[in-house]
């Protein structure tokens, strides 16, 4: 059936961005993104040893975004098994044969998104068509790069959320591609209502949560903005985000927390250089340290 409403939403995306960025929450954490970009941009030019130290960051970030945007979707992987996955490694048994797939795919999407963003390629449907085709490698053929064939519906589980019909779904992806086009908000607004109003649309069989994933690192590295990669852990209130956009037409929590993710991998960035540049000193002192049990303050940075 059509979902007039989706499409009344697309149609005023444009002057509801427009109205956030005057919103004092919205306001305060894109302030906190903006920030955190100024801060890391300081610090540019790198020399040999700090593009090195970053390429082995970008190593490790790309297996935590694989592993965490495939265990949202079900992949059974570990993160060591991915980082195997990914190094050419290890093809795991005891496990199904298609989470390999899907951690090489997401692998190779950011990649491309990566490539688009360098290229300064425009967000268009050939594009979002061949990201899901290399993102959703353990989908069928005959599906992967296609938008959902007329008769096949698809509803987001554990949500009130209705998606587009098949017969819209065209119509509906070039008015979301127009809308942000046509806006004049701020980068990170506009990605998070992509993002929001992507997902709503639903319009792959399947890996749409993976495809739109990758859109939305695509319109994050194409302003200047570090990739970002949401814990599968938090995925349930990542969920929730969306569907209070969606659904209950409350876009803060969704954009706090992509902020938060762009501020957590830029201030990684950052504390990367800074460590190369200004080496924490060594401490000669042969005083034993205190032992404060097993709270010792020291702690676990998040995957």
């Known amino acids: 059936m059509p979902n007039k409403q989706l499409s009344i939403k697309i ?24 920030a955190s970009k100024n801060m890391l941009d300081s610090l540019y030019p790198l020399d040999g040893v700090e593009e090195s130290a970053l390429e082995d960051y970008r190593k490790d970030w790309l297996s935590r975004y694989v592993y965490n945007s495939n265990a949202m979707e079900g992949s059974t992987l570990s993160l060591p098994d ?14 199904p044969a298609r989470y390999v797939f899907a951690a090489k795919g997401c692998a190779d999407g950011m990649e491309m998104v990566r490539r688009f963003a360098r290229e300064g390629r425009p967000l268009d449907a050939d594009a979002i068509l061949m990201l899901h085709q290399v993102t959703a490698l353990d989908v069928q053929p005959v599906l992967r790069g296609t938008f959902r064939p007329y008769g096949y519906t698809v509803r987001i589980r554990d949500t009130r959320v209705k998606t587009a019909d098949p017969l819209e779904i065209w119509d509906d992806m070039e008015a979301l591609i127009h809308a942000i086009d046509s806006c004049n908000a701020h980068p990170i607004l506009k990605a998070a209502g992509f993002h929001a109003m992507f997902e709503n649309i639903h319009p792959f069989a399947d890996g749409n949560g993976r495809t739109g994933r990758q859109i939305l690192n695509w319109m994050l590295l194409r302003a200047g903005y570090a990739p970002i990669c949401i814990r599968h852990d938090t995925g349930r209130e990542y969920m929730n985000c969306l569907e209070r956009w969606q659904v209950f037409d409350d ?15 830029q201030d990684s960035i950052a504390g990367i250089i800074d460590d190369v540049r200004n080496p924490p000193e060594q401490s000669h002192s042969m005083t034993p340290p205190e032992i404060n049990g097993p709270d010792d303050g020291i702690s676990q940075p998040g995957i």
């Open 82 to 95: 991915t980082e195997l996955v990914l190094d050419g490694e290890f093809l795991p048994t005891d496990g």
């Open 11 to 34: 149609g005023k995306l444009p002057e509801l961005l427009d109205s956030l960025g005057k919103t004092p929450e919205i306001e305060n954490s894109l302030w906190n993104a903006e």
């Open 251 to 265: 876009p803060a929590p969704l954009i706090s927390i992509i902020s938060k993710c762009i501020v957590h991998e």
